[in-house]
C-alpha cells in the first residue's frame, strides 16, 4: 500500500511540463501520480488503453507521456511506438511494474526516453520527468546543429535536406525530390 500523505507532503517542484497524459488502467496507481502532478500545477489527462492514449494525445497534444506497460488490448511498448510516430517530440516516461533489463532495452528502442520502476517515490517521479523533458527538449531543439553525432545531414543538388541516422553512413539512397542516387556521407555537411 502506498502512503498516500508522502505524495501531498511535496514542496512546489518546477516541472518544464502543463499537460502530461497519463496511460494507467489501474485507478489506485493512476490517482496517486495525477495528485501528485497536479500538486505541483501539472494538468492530467489519463487515458486507460491504447485507444484513449491515442484520442487524447492527438485531441490534446500533451507535453509529456506517462505510460504503463502492462494495459489491455495492446501493449505499453505499441503504443509508445505509435505515438512516437506521430509526434517524436512529446517525451514518453515509462513507469511499469516491469523491472527487467530486456524490457528497459525494448522500451528504448520503440521510443521511450525515460523508464521508472513501480512503486516510485513521488520525488522520484518528479524529478525523472523534469530530466526526460529537458533531455527531448535539447535532443530535438539543440540536436539540429552540426555537432549532433546522431544524425547525418547532407543536401542533394536539387535542394532537398536530408537529416538520416548515423548508422546509414557510406549507403546508397535515391533523392525524393529528384530521383538522383545519393550516397550518405560519413559526416554531416
Given at each position: 500500500?502506498?502512503?498516500?500523505?508522502?505524495?501531498?507532503?511535496?514542496?512546489?517542484?518546477?516541472?518544464?511540463?502543463?499537460?502530461?497524459?497519463?496511460?494507467?488502467?489501474?485507478?489506485?496507481?493512476?490517482?496517486?501520480?495525477?495528485?501528485?502532478?497536479?500538486?505541483?500545477?501539472?494538468?492530467?489527462?489519463?487515458?486507460?488503453?491504447?485507444?484513449?492514449?491515442?484520442?487524447?494525445?492527438?485531441?490534446?497534444?500533451?507535453?509529456?507521456?506517462?505510460?504503463?506497460?502492462?494495459?489491455?488490448?495492446?501493449?505499453g511498448f505499441e503504443i509508445c511506438e505509435r505515438l512516437?510516430?506521430?509526434?517524436?517530440?512529446v517525451p514518453v516516461l515509462v513507469l511499469s511494474a516491469?523491472?527487467?533489463?530486456?524490457?528497459?532495452?525494448?522500451?528504448?528502442r520503440v521510443g521511450a526516453d525515460g523508464y521508472l520502476?513501480?512503486?516510485?517515490?513521488?520525488?522520484?517521479?518528479?524529478?525523472?520527468?523534469?530530466?526526460?523533458?529537458?533531455?527531448?527538449?535539447?535532443?530535438?531543439?539543440?540536436?539540429?546543429?552540426?555537432?549532433?553525432?546522431?544524425?547525418?545531414?547532407?543536401?542533394?543538388?536539387?535542394?532537398?535536406?536530408?537529416?538520416?541516422?548515423?548508422?546509414?553512413?557510406?549507403?546508397?539512397?535515391?533523392?525524393?525530390?529528384?530521383?538522383?542516387?545519393?550516397?550518405?556521407?560519413?559526416?554531416?555537411?
Open positions: 500500500m502506498v502512503d498516500v500523505n508522502r505524495w501531498t507532503s511535496l514542496g512546489s517542484v518546477e516541472i518544464p511540463v502543463n499537460l502530461v497524459l497519463l496511460v494507467e488502467d489501474d485507478p489506485e496507481p493512476a490517482a496517486l501520480v495525477k495528485q501528485a502532478l497536479e500538486r505541483n500545477h501539472v494538468t492530467v489527462r489519463i487515458a486507460k488503453d491504447g485507444g484513449q492514449a491515442q484520442a487524447s494525445f492527438t485531441m490534446h497534444r500533451p507535453d509529456l507521456v506517462i505510460l504503463d506497460l502492462i494495459l489491455p488490448g495492446e501493449s512516437k510516430h506521430v509526434d517524436e517530440t516491469i523491472d527487467m533489463d530486456d524490457s528497459r532495452e525494448l522500451a528504448a520502476c513501480k512503486p516510485v517515490a513521488p520525488e522520484q517521479l518528479l524529478t525523472s520527468i523534469k530530466e526526460v523533458a529537458e533531455q527531448v527538449w535539447q535532443r530535438t531543439h539543440l540536436g539540429k546543429h552540426e555537432s549532433d553525432p546522431e544524425r547525418i545531414r547532407f543536401t542533394c543538388h536539387c535542394g532537398k535536406k536530408f537529416k538520416v541516422s548515423a548508422s546509414h553512413r557510406g549507403k546508397n539512397m535515391t533523392c525524393p525530390q529528384c530521383g538522383e542516387p545519393l550516397v550518405v556521407p560519413k559526416r554531416s555537411m
